[in-house]
């Protein structure tokens, strides 16, 4: 495998339901991130992890939460989820947090929440 | 606060009808501007970055160009394998995140 994967590509969940996103990353990128992108909104920056320590939180509910075991692997926990949670989550990496320029984005997981 | 406009919102074109898409900007300090293309059940694919005005890339038939308020992509005799959605964002030099716009979704006809 190469680049960045992301896992499940689509999920239905209930609000009650707990779950988990998955992505690796296999380019030896130190920095990783996750984005919300819905429907005729701009991606949102979720949370940062540089070196595996999560770098930056915007402001996100605690019903997501981050996980970054080490620095090719990144989780999103979900719990309680609303159904405007219901979104593309877009994982992506980059050799360290400033180079932008070589960002890669995985192909995303399409989340529905009933 | 750092803003990125992007017009129009969609639009439709003939394969070989050369257009523009359209980026605008707010940002105190720009450290870059990034265009992505966005194919349906994708994440977006980098294109672009350009960091001054007047500045200008190309990559077969696209060419971005930047001022100090907005960008162009130019897009010359378009295929329709050039469908997707087009996506621009800006880096301000005071931070290291990327601030997206809606994106402009581009739909060539044969």
């Known amino acids: 495998e190469t680049g960045v994967t992301q896992t499940p590509r689509h999920l239905v969940m209930g609000m009650t339901n707990k779950k988990s996103l998955k992505c690796e990353q296999h380019?030896?990128?130190?920095?990783m991130y996750w984005y919300k992108q819905s429907a005729k909104k701009p991606l949102e920056l979720m949370f940062v992890y540089s070196l595996e320590e999560r770098v930056e939180n915007n402001s996100v509910p605690s019903r997501f939460s981050p996980e970054c075991p080490n620095s090719s692997h990144l989780f999103l926990h979900l719990h309680t989820l609303q159904p405007e949670d219901s979104a593309l989550y877009l994982c992506?990496?980059?050799?360290?947090?400033?180079?932008?320029?070589?960002?890669?984005f995985g192909p995303g997981t399409r989340l529905l929440v009933l | 606060e750092d803003q990125v406009t992007q017009s129009p919102e969609a639009l439709r074109l003939q394969e070989g009808e050369s257009s523009s898409l359209n980026c605008s900007y707010t940002?105190?300090?720009?450290?870059?501007l990034f265009w992505y293309r966005q194919d349906p059940g994708k994440g977006p694919e980098f294109l672009f970055t350009l960091y001054s005005a007047g500045e200008e890339k190309e990559k077969e038939r696209l060419k971005a160009t930047l001022t100090k308020k907005e960008s162009f992509l130019h897009i010359t005799a378009p295929k329709p394998e050039d469908s997707a959605t087009y996506l621009c964002a800006v880096q301000a030099v005071r931070f290291q995140k990327l601030v997206f716009g809606t994106g402009t979704r581009l739909l060539v006809s044969p």
């Open positions: 940002v105190s300090g720009l450290r870059g």
């Open positions: 380019l030896g990128h130190n920095a």
């Open positions: 992506a990496s980059s050799p360290d947090r400033g180079r932008l320029e070589t960002q890669y």
